[in-house]
């Protein structure tokens, strides 16, 4: 009977590693350099010898694994298909088939955005709700819908991808995508900066921001918490867009709770109740007491939800 | 052995009220007047005696009747609860059971747009597909969401609420939810006449639009298919929107396909074409291949969708 899973979750740099007890205990934890040279097709056999060797380390054998849930950087299909990872070089295939060809142990995958959502469901912020929708705020903006206790993939693999909503009007440079006007493009610990050096380059107001030597997502809130004027109008223009980002959401599939993670999350309750305030004025009334929480398990939110995907609900 | 099901779509001037076979066949079909006296509390007892009548009129008793599904233009949860209908006067209370106790019948209900959707989901035109979002344009915008065969209902009655995604920045005037910015302020029938007249009064673009008797949707669509060039700027500021919506809505749920229902939708492939412009110019590039395609039953769609819930997957 198998006694363990695998919770990876590839990253662009590092993967990250989990081996779990069938009761969903983290029994260990490791991270193994992402290597994307030679079009990405080395990281499924670093994995695939990973996973030999945490099994050699443990004496079992694949019979002892029930499987590996896998999260990546990418539009995944519920089949295992996954549709492009562009940071990763990979086009489409079936990941899922080809690491389970490697280990010889069945494989799920999901989008890592989504991956992070299920684990903050399972033993995180969301734990306590039947369904939510995430959203990870950090260079870029990523979201993950779980629904009775499911996350949902979508039809091309793109369910949840609330920073590419065009919510935007009038934007005139391009996001990542492609697009212009993304939620991404004003919301992500880049499009903050990128908004902050527009406000300070369009007006002569005094600002604290104009003295540091170096701007990030985190000196801004600092700045606002502080009581800057401009950190303050750059927070309020942010979170005014990411309350639209969450109401929108909201008006699509009305969850139980919100969950905010990512690196930009770290400004903590000034940040949630912001976005907040913003959510409710521009959500649809019989959502307006939606609960907006925080992440509680940082980097590795991914890693328990590619396990999640194994043990089932 | 139960032989029938009871479809009942409670609109604000009638219900429209379909008798199936178990099968799925629509046996019969009646309207009866939905009685808004009395804080709505005529409507149940209407609906029980027009069941009763029926019953008996087809020789069978309660023990014949599988359930009876009902649409309701309001909130509506999975265990029954309505949570405000305005248009009917209603409160909240469990109106499944209410009219359960009346007829001695099992009863589910759902909102009426995801009804709708279920309808077109089952016969109509998202027949072909697993999962799709329905966008119903008439006085409002309404929506629905379909995913693995079953209506999403969100956690508060309001997942589906498209007509509510509040995108359009700088609106002054107020939704009739009480919002400002909704998409139904400027994509339902109501909202294209408003956006017409704006259009008009804020410029002096000769068009044929000022010399017609009565502005509607419809003359509106006409006059842009004949070529005015007036009508054709609000036919595709309006479609912009919708393409926006559908977006959105796709940027959360990305369904297999999208159906547009409604009495606007009568503008046929003009209308679709014009949506389905501004989607693919918006949306998050995964979902940009997503087909947009019109209803098929009209206004018995909610109907057969109240049946379908009792039929199941």
Redesign the interface.
């Known amino acids: 009977m198998s006694k363990i899973i695998f919770g990876i979750d590839v990253g662009g740099t590092t993967c990250k590693c989990g081996t779990f007890s069938k009761e969903g205990e983290l029994l260990r934890k490791e991270e193994i350099p992402t290597r994307k040279d030679e079009g990405g097709s080395l990281i499924l056999p670093d994995i695939s010898e990973y996973i030999k060797g945490v099994l050699a380390d443990m004496n079992m054998t694949t019979e002892d694994v029930a499987g590996i849930g896998m999260g990546l950087p990418g539009?995944c299909l519920e089949d295992g298909t996954v549709?492009k990872c562009i940071n990763l070089g990979w086009g489409v295939f079936n990941a899922a088939n080809a690491l389970s060809e490697l280990t010889g142990i069945p494989v799920k995958i999901g989008n890592d955005a989504n991956m992070a959502a299920l684990g903050e469901f399972w033993v995180g912020g969301g734990s306590e709700y039947?369904?939510m929708?995430m959203v990870t705020i950090g260079t870029g903006v990523g979201g993950g819908?779980i629904?009775d206790g499911k996350p949902?993939?979508?039809?091309?693999?793109?369910?949840?991808?609330?920073g590419?909503?065009?919510?935007v009007?009038g934007e005139t440079e391009s996001c990542n995508?492609?697009?212009k006007?993304c939620l991404e493009q004003v919301a992500s610990a880049t499009g903050i900066v990128r908004t902050a050096n527009r406000m300070l380059a369009e007006s002569d107001m005094p600002s604290s921001l104009r003295s540091v030597p170096y701007i990030s997502a985190k000196v801004i809130f600092d700045e606002a918490k502080g009581g800057d004027a401009l950190a303050i109008q750059v927070t309020e223009y942010v979170c005014r867009y990411l309350g639209?980002g969450l109401?929108?959401?909201?008006?699509?599939?009305?969850?139980?709770v919100f969950v905010i993670g990512g690196g930009v999350s770290a400004a903590g309750e000034y940040f949630i109740n912001l976005i907040d305030k913003y959510y409710k004025?521009?959500?649809?009334?019989?959502?307006r007491?939606?609960k907006i929480v925080k992440a509680a398990l940082g980097n590795d939110a991914g890693m328990y939800g590619a396990a999640k995907l194994i043990l089932g609900n």
Chains 1, 2 share one sequence.
């Open positions: 539009a549709n039947n369904s929708v819908v629904i949902l993939y979508g039809f091309n693999g793109a369910a949840g991808e609330i590419h909503l065009p919510l009007e995508c492609g697009k006007g639209k109401a929108c959401a909201a008006g699509m599939v009305d969850p139980e004025e521009c959500v649809f009334h019989a959502s007491q939606t």
